[in-house]
């Protein structure tokens, strides 16, 4: 009878062990630019754009720029990443504040699959650190039946 248990357990402790064994294979951590640039497997990695080296292909749409580190004072000092994405660039990239890729290197490029592209709240206020002031919002609309 203790048989059974000790190898119905054996079973269970097996399985829970492969799952999240599995389980770590497939999540996509997020890692700085300097680790984005060495990693063999799948990551996300987040940065500014360079918009001063932005090239777009349109033949093989394939969109080439450069994102350091957005947490860094100056660009010019701070750790890049060059990028390869092929797919259709986002409609508000030439707007965009940040980017959150998805992807790997291949060498000398960081390939993204995915790309997500954070742009500037149109709910913050003119000097960007407030909400919009809601007189400003009254006073440019129109009011109804007028």
């Known amino acids: 009878m203790k ?23 497939t999540t996509i951590q997020y890692v700085p630019i300097e680790k984005a640039r060495t990693s063999t497997r799948m990551v996300q990695v987040m940065g500014k754009i360079d918009f ?30 060059k990028v390869v994405y092929y797919g259709v660039v986002p409609g508000n990239f030439d707007q965009a504040t940040s980017v959150v890729l998805k992807g790997k290197t291949d060498g000398e490029f960081f390939v993204a699959d995915q790309m997500l592209v954070k742009c500037p709240s149109k709910y913050q206020g003119e000097e960007g650190d407030g909400y919009q002031d809601m007189r400003k919002h009254d006073e440019a609309t129109p009011k109804p039946g007028a």
């Open 3 to 25: 048989a059974k248990y000790v190898i119905g357990g054996l079973i269970i402790v097996l399985f829970m062990v492969w799952g999240a064994t599995a389980f770590m294979k």
């Open 52 to 81: 001063d080296q932005v090239n777009f292909n349109v033949d093989q749409s394939r969109l080439e720029f450069t994102v350091y580190d957005s947490e860094a004072a100056d660009k010019t000092t701070a750790e890049q990443l």
